[in-house]
């Protein structure tokens, strides 16, 4: 059980450039979620997943998108990378019903410069 | 605007001690409160969960919950140089959602 898992864990891009962050959970949780963490800060919301097909906006989630085909997978796609998007991001999941208060497991991270 | 208010710190207790590390938020209907423990350079991790006022106790963890005062805390006896990291206070919005609203953490240090 690997729990989730994120590619890459490193990545400096140039301005301008899109890539995608990959999400995997095999926890078979029904909600996935996007953080970005700056220095000293909490974590800010991005996007997150109810379950696969269904996806809505959090609280910063300019420059993103996300698509959620599976529910293992949670992929986040940063579109003309900005310095302002340098951050560490994670991608998390829980999972909501009997025996679930949406507790969150949080993957590794992505550590993200955009120069 | 949901808002969950912790104590940058940081935090500093020697070893053996009790580390007190406070919560507040805005949202009064919430219902699910968490304390998550985030090392240097690491991702977040549960280490407490909390729905009902009054204490849960876990090892040496005791997370305690005032939804009158709106107000959550977290206890760590016998504080070892092990628990010395940031300490994020977690809340679920009101009306059973599971999208939650961090704080910015507390950052904890236990000295020998």
């Known amino acids: 059980n690997a729990g989730v898992t994120q590619t890459p864990k490193f990545r400096i891009l140039k301005i301008g450039q899109s890539m995608t962050l990959q999400c995997t959970q095999d926890m078979n949780h029904n909600y996935m979620y996007w953080y970005r963490q700056d220095p000293g800060m909490g974590l800010k919301l991005i996007y997150y997943?109810?379950?696969?097909?269904?996806?809505d906006k959090g609280e910063v989630p300019n420059g993103y998108n996300v698509s959620r085909s599976t529910t293992e997978d949670f992929p986040l796609r940063l579109e003309l990378a900005a310095p302002s998007q340098t951050s560490v991001y994670f991608c998390a999941s829980s999972y909501s019903g009997t025996g679930g208060q949406g507790e969150q497991y949080f993957g590794p991270g992505t550590r993200l410069t955009v120069t | 605007q949901k808002e969950v208010e912790q104590n940058s710190g940081p935090l500093s207790v020697p070893e053996g001690a009790i580390a007190s590390l406070n919560c507040t938020y805005s949202d009064r209907g919430s219902q699910s409160f968490f304390w998550y423990r985030q090392y240097s350079g690491k991702s977040p991790e549960l280490i407490m969960s909390?729905?009902?006022?009054g204490d849960k106790e876990d090892g040496r963890f005791t997370a305690q919950l005032n939804k009158a005062s709106q107000y959550v805390s977290l206890l760590i006896r016998d504080s070892q140089p092990s628990d010395s990291a940031t300490y994020l206070c977690a809340v679920n919005a009101a009306g059973g959602s599971y999208i939650p609203t961090f704080g910015r953490g507390t950052s904890l240090i236990v000295h020998p």
């Open positions: 997943s109810v379950g696969a097909g269904i996806t």
């Open positions: 909390i729905y009902s006022n």
